[in-house]
Structure formats: structure tokens, C-alpha cells
């Protein structure tokens, strides 16, 4: 045996090699949970301008503070489609599906289907939400609704995407409101 060979592998040297193990045991599954983690991370999706509006009469953008509106004129039973970008904000790709089950809630609109599409990182793409507009005969005249955020179903799973602008509609009086009754709809 060469001299030196029992000091480096002895009992000081096998206390090396065990702490130079464990440290491997430990970090090894540490770093493949990482990539698993990684793959399993919500998409970072936004959403963002232009935008544009089909199925209603009228419509206007404007902003008050921070906050972009978009009034649109209620139309009872109609389809109001917004198109607006989306990005990959993300560094997995992500393809979106549609809209999940569950969606915020609105008196006014109601969230039915938006486009699905595929976004490698960075990437953006148009896609059209639709809202069917409905239920002016259990709200005042004049009252009003928001939709300002809705929740995609995407390959990762389901993921909220804050609107580029808060989507808005009145109630409309008694004759534009053709299922109200005299009882139906509360003072105001």
C-alpha cells in the first residue's frame, strides 16, 4: 500500500465520502423536484391592447385614474365579443383551452367561450372572449356590471387573466328590457 493511502480513506476520509454521499442524496432529489416544480408552475399569462368590440350597438373606452373602462350598450340576449392579446409572459409554453368552468360573477354578462390558442414563451396572440348579456329584468335601470378579469383553462391548469380594460354595461330602462315586469325589478 502506498504510504498515505489509510489517512485518506481511513476513518478521517471515510467520514468524507459519507458527507460527500449524503450531500449528494440530499440534493439530488432537491434538484430533479426543481424541474418538476418548474413544470408544474401556473403560466404567466397577460392580457393587453389593442382591443376591439363586436355584437353591440355602441361602445367607448375611457379612463378614470388607473383604470381603463370600456362601456359597451347592453343589447338583452345578444353576444358581446371582446378581442384583446394575449402573452406568454411565462418560460414553458401553454395552451389555452378556453375558459374554466368557474368564472367571476356578473349581473349583466355572462362568460361563455374564448379562442383557444398555443404561446410558446414571450409569445402573444389575439383571442375573442364572448359574453352573452342577460339579466336586466333583476337589476334597476341604470345600474351597471363589470367584468374585469376571467379564468382560462390551459394546459397547467387554470390560470385568472386581469382584462386590459374593465368591461362595462348598464341596465337599460323598462322598454330595452323586454322580461321585466312591473315587480321584477328592485326600485332605483
Known amino acids: 500500500m502506498p504510504s498515505g493511502s489509510v489517512s485518506d480513506f481511513g476513518v478521517g476520509g471515510g467520514r468524507v465520502l459519507r458527507r460527500a454521499a449524503l450531500v449528494a442524496a440530499l440534493l439530488l432529489p432537491a434538484l430533479a423536484g426543481g424541474g418538476a416544480a418548474l413544470a408544474r408552475t401556473e403560466p404567466r399569462l397577460t392580457a393587453s391592447a389593442p382591443t376591439s368590440v363586436t355584437g353591440t350597438e355602441a361602445s367607448a373606452s375611457f379612463t378614470i385614474a388607473e383604470r381603463t373602462v370600456r362601456q359597451v350598450r347592453y343589447a338583452d340576449g345578444g353576444t358581446l365579443r371582446y378581442t384583446f392579446s394575449l402573452t406568454n409572459d411565462g418560460a414553458l409554453p401553454?395552451?389555452?383551452?378556453?375558459l374554466a368552468g368557474e368564472q367571476p360573477p356578473s349581473r349583466l354578462f355572462r362568460a361563455t367561450t374564448l379562442t383557444p390558442t398555443d404561446l410558446?414563451?414571450?409569445a402573444s396572440s389575439p383571442v375573442t372572449?364572448?359574453?352573452v348579456m342577460g339579466g336586466c329584468e333583476t337589476l334597476s335601470a341604470r345600474a351597471g356590471a363589470f367584468v374585469t378579469e376571467v379564468v382560462l383553462m390551459t394546459d397547467h391548469g387554470e390560470t385568472s387573466v386581469t382584462l386590459?380594460?374593465?368591461?362595462?354595461?348598464?341596465s337599460p330602462r323598462e322598454a330595452f328590457c323586454p322580461n321585466s315586469t312591473a315587480t321584477s325589478r328592485p326600485p332605483g
Do not use: A, R
Open 94 to 98: 401553454v395552451s389555452v383551452d378556453g
Open 120 to 122: 410558446g414563451p414571450g
Open 129 to 131: 372572449l364572448s359574453l
Open 164 to 170: 386590459p380594460e374593465e368591461l362595462h354595461t348598464g
